[in-house]
């Protein structure tokens, strides 16, 4: 018995929407670490020991946390896997380039990086996609590397 092929869903909704929740996460990681940054020097302006406080002490693996957690649950809804294969580089590697953005152009570069690092990653999630979405990646990256340590 012949099944009908199905069509294959569109990708662009599905990286459209995994670039805006780069860009989402970006900034909202972004605004909390700088937020922490502020809290910690003023907590320890008065001390001239190491000063630790709970708030950066905790604040990268709660970013990373909230990361893994908002990125499986958006991919899970937009129907992007493997997500074995897509999150981890998304959330590991991205600093590499939101960094580089920051650092290069200002604060409002990092949603901009942020949604290209995902959206690019997002991308490479489709066969049919994979080279270009991993050259686009790899192209981010290397010029973030640049960036950062030319």
């Given amino acids: 018995m012949n099944t009908p092929r ?9 990286v459209s929407g995994a670039a805006a929740t780069g860009a989402v996460l970006a900034t909202g990681a972004g605004t909390y670490l700088s937020w922490v940054r502020q809290y910690d020097d ?7 020991s190491i000063c ?7 604040a990268i693996p709660l970013t990373m946390t909230i ?40 604060w ?20 049919r996609y994979r080279i270009p979405g991993v050259t686009a990646s790899g192209v981010l990256l290397l010029a973030s590397l640049i960036v950062l340590y030319h």
Wanted: glycine fraction near 6%; charged fraction near 10%; charge should be positive.
């Fill in 42 to 48: 003023r907590a320890c302006a008065t001390t001239a």
């Fill in 6 to 14: 199905t069509e294959p869903r569109p990708v662009l909704p599905r």
């Fill in 67 to 106: 990361a893994v957690i908002v990125l499986t649950v958006v991919y899970k809804r937009l129907g992007i896997r493997p997500r074995l294969a897509v999150i981890p580089p998304t959330f590991l590697l991205a600093p590499l380039p939101l960094a580089a953005a920051q650092s290069a152009a200002g």
């Fill in 52 to 58: 630790v406080t709970w708030r950066g002490v905790t």
């Fill in 108 to 127: 409002w570069a990092v949603p901009l990086a942020g949604a290209a690092w995902a959206g690019f990653l997002a991308l490479a999630a489709w066969s």
